[in-house]
């Protein structure tokens, strides 16, 4: 493991993305080659800012555990407005990026928690 972070969005910058933070560290610190090699593990799948600056900066696949369709239909549910940005998937704002994901598996148990942050 290179570089890991978490979600810092409840500070108060709605832009402090920890897919952001991946790709900005590897565009300072892996050469070109070695980011088109590494794999991207996260929770949920880039939203198109991390798409855009993980495809922007060259990182290799991404293993996403739950999805953005997955995630507009879990706050559709509770009841929460639309996002002001577009929910793409990671296949349309980089489609270059190799992407594996959903896994069905942690599908419930992402939702309860999404459900429990929004409560
Ligand atoms: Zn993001």
């Known amino acids: 493991m290179l570089f890991e972070d978490r979600n810092r969005v409840k500070d108060g910058d709605h832009t402090r993305h920890p ?3 991946i790709a900005q ?3 300072a610190n892996m050469a070109p080659a070695d ?3 590494a794999t991207v593990y996260t929770s949920g799948e880039h939203c198109p800012m991390c798409a855009a600056a993980h495809g922007w ?6 293993v996403f555990a ?3 369709p ?3 239909q879990w706050l559709s549910d509770l009841g ?3 996002g002001r940005v577009a929910p793409l998937p990671i296949s ?3 489609p270059g990026v190799p992407t594996e994901g959903p896994v069905a598996e942690f599908a419930d148990e992402i939702r309860a928690l999404h459900v429990l942050a929004h409560r």
């Open 19 to 21: 897919e952001l933070a």
């Open 25 to 27: 560290w590897a565009g």
């Open 35 to 37: 980011r088109a090699e």
């Open 57 to 62: 900066v060259g990182l290799g696949r991404i």
């Open 66 to 68: 739950s999805s953005t």
């Open 70 to 72: 997955q995630l507009t």
């Open 80 to 82: 929460l407005p639309a």
């Open 92 to 94: 349309v704002v980089a």
